[in-house]
């Protein structure tokens, strides 16, 4: 079987485009995996989410058929999809990235999210174990950081050469926000003054012994 062609940011940005063109607010997830045949993961991995790719390209956040339309029975046909692929440590956050689905869209339909968690079989509140250390982060924000001198960008983190998703990191220190603090301060315990272009040679030492070690 060929190998599938990578995707980049403004090619996928030109089929939204287009797409937006054509079906205006109503333009969905699926109907945008469905017209470009291009993966859930593909988007998250250079937007974020898809509420972000439709803010791009002029839309709102959500579609009206999101908002509007979407069933308790339809709701709970995602979620099968979603434990299906994630099981007990799906989170609300993991699957109203995958759905683009509101929380308060949950909570209209069921309650709350624990409600539809248990809906599926699942415990009120998934487990997450995690798989990665501090100083692995660190060290991944770090490898974007050092080429770019920008403050970590959560949809260009994985497009700009990061390892670990966005998500993750944000779980680890609560949001986004959360972790971009905890990193500065890595930066400045490491003797970074947060002006030079250069980076302290002990750091870039560390980063390259880190690397070494987990190829």
Not at 81 to 107: K, Y
Not at 119 to 129: F, Q, S
Not at 130 to 159: K, M, N, S
Not at 171 to 196: I, P, T, V
């Amino acid at each position: 079987m060929p190998k599938m062609r990578k995707v980049s940011r403004d090619e996928v940005l030109g089929l939204a485009e287009e797409l937006a063109a054509e079906y205006g607010e109503s333009l969905t997830l699926t109907a945008f995996r469905r017209e470009t045949g291009l993966s859930q993961h593909v988007i998250f991995d250079l937007f974020g989410n898809w509420k972000n790719l439709r803010t791009e390209v002029g839309l709102t956040p959500e579609s009206p058929r999101a908002r509007n339309m979407i069933s308790k029975d339809q709701i709970l046909k995602l979620m099968k999809e979603q434990v299906a692929e994630h099981g007990e440590r799906l989170t609300e956050n993991m699957f109203l990235r995958a759905t683009g689905l509101s929380g308060r869209m949950v909570a209209d339909r069921f309650g709350s999210w624990g409600n539809l968690r248990e809906a599926m079989g699942l415990k009120c509140r998934a487990v997450i174990r995690p798989h990665y250390t501090d100083e692995d982060i660190y060290f991944d924000l770090y490898r974007v950081f050092r080429q770019f001198r920008e403050d970590p960008i959560y949809h260009r983190h994985r497009y700009r050469g990061g390892k670990i998703s966005p998500f993750t990191i944000s779980y680890r220190f609560g949001c986004w926000r959360g972790a971009k603090l905890y990193f500065a301060q890595f930066l400045k315990d490491h003797g970074y003054d947060g002006e030079s272009w250069s980076m302290p040679e002990e750091l870039e030492k560390k980063f390259w012994e880190y690397e070494k070690a987990n190829k």
